[in-house]
């Protein structure tokens, strides 16, 4: 065969070939696969995150996967948490970790309660006899409450995650995930509850941020902005674009949702703007800013988590990935708003 008919060939085997090697990268969650998450699977589902050079492995946390200690002991590359309270205490006790984008403006935390009980203002959720709250919740935004909305102690009750005990009481009030247990109380309750976001009165926490190893952003700042990159783009196609194929990973490693639970979320996500608001408005999914950590941090001294100046904000986050507008122009053409 002449040499020349071979070229053809070569050149499509070329052109079909990575512009760059593909670094192998493994991010770990906080909670077993959901709508929440569905951003970060969208990435690996539509290929953005390997047309970034990247080769993603998600690694799913849940009530018996405690994925934290992994980032700082070098067994994961980028976690994703919960809200800054978690990064509070990693600057205080000297975690060599740092938040590089916070995919949620707002925090899902929510209270949720009976319809036609008087609950429908969220001052009156106070006064409600039975609360039903997480130990964890109890000892950190339940003192928040306390301080700042006048909540009392003496209507805690333990929260195990079963849904029982608040369907079984109209007058009782519970802690929930906006995106998530209004879902679970409509499908056993049969009933559509009051929900009351805690960020729309005051608890101004970013959500869902992603925190890498102190190490990794000064040694490897372009696989970080790469990797934030590509998540705020699998974000803002998840809400906007075609989510089928996310959805069906995240039914593959959680079989306990539904396609029709993680359609819900995704509205509700929309509606309370639990991504897509405040500043990554202008600036794009994942926007951070000092002020609003600090504002925050305020609020945690006030509430009695913290001592004035215990925890350096500066080493809390870096703004140097994100606040770049990422992501604006793809949401614009998909007709997102």
């Known amino acids: 065969m002449p040499a020349r008919s071979a070229l053809p060939l070569l050149a499509a085997l070329l052109a079909a070939a990575p512009a760059f090697a593909q670094d192998k990268v493994i991010f770990a969650t906080n909670w077993k696969a959901q709508a929440a998450h569905g951003g970060f699977y969208q990435a690996v589902a539509d290929g953005t995150y390997r047309k970034y050079g990247l080769d993603v492995t998600i690694q799913p946390g849940g009530p018996q996967v405690n994925n934290r200690p992994l980032l700082p002991a070098g067994r994961i590359d980028f976690l994703m948490t919960g809200n800054l309270l978690h990064n509070f205490d990693n600057v205080k006790n000297g975690v060599p970790t740092v938040v590089v984008a916070a995919m949620f ?125 590509a998540s705020i783009l699998g974000w803002v196609n998840y809400l906007y674009g075609n989510r089928g194929a996310a959805n069906a990973l995240m039914l593959k490693d959680n079989p306990e949702m539904t396609p029709e639970e993680l359609e819900a979320s995704v509205a509700l996500m929309k509606q309370q703007g639990i991504v897509d608001s405040g500043e990554a408005l202008a600036n794009g999914i994942g926007a951070m800013s000092a002020a609003r950590i600090q504002d925050f941090y305020a609020q945690m001294v006030k509430a009695g988590l913290y001592k004035p100046g215990e925890v350096d904000l500066a080493k809390v986050a870096t703004f140097q990935f994100v606040n770049r507008k990422v992501g604006l122009d793809v949401k614009a053409r998909l007709g997102g708003k």
Request: zero cysteines; aromatic letters at 12%.
């Open 105 to 229: 403006q707002k925090d899902p935390q929510a209270l949720i309660a009976h319809p036609g009980q008087g609950y429908e203002r969220f001052e009156a959720l106070k006064n409600a006899p039975v609360a039903l709250i997480a130990k964890d919740g109890q000892f950190s935004w339940w003192q928040w409450l306390k301080v700042t909305h006048g909540f009392r102690d003496e209507a805690l009750k333990p929260y195990n995650y079963n849904l029982g005990p608040f369907l079984a009481n109209p007058k009782a009030i519970q802690q929930g995930y906006s995106v998530a247990e209004p879902i679970y109380v409509e499908t056993q309750g049969r009933f559509k509850p009051v929900v009351h976001l805690l960020a729309d009165h005051g608890f101004s926490t970013y959500s869902t941020v992603i925190e890498a190893r102190l190490d990794t952003v000064k040694n490897k700042p372009d696989l970080v902005q790469r990797f934030v990159d």
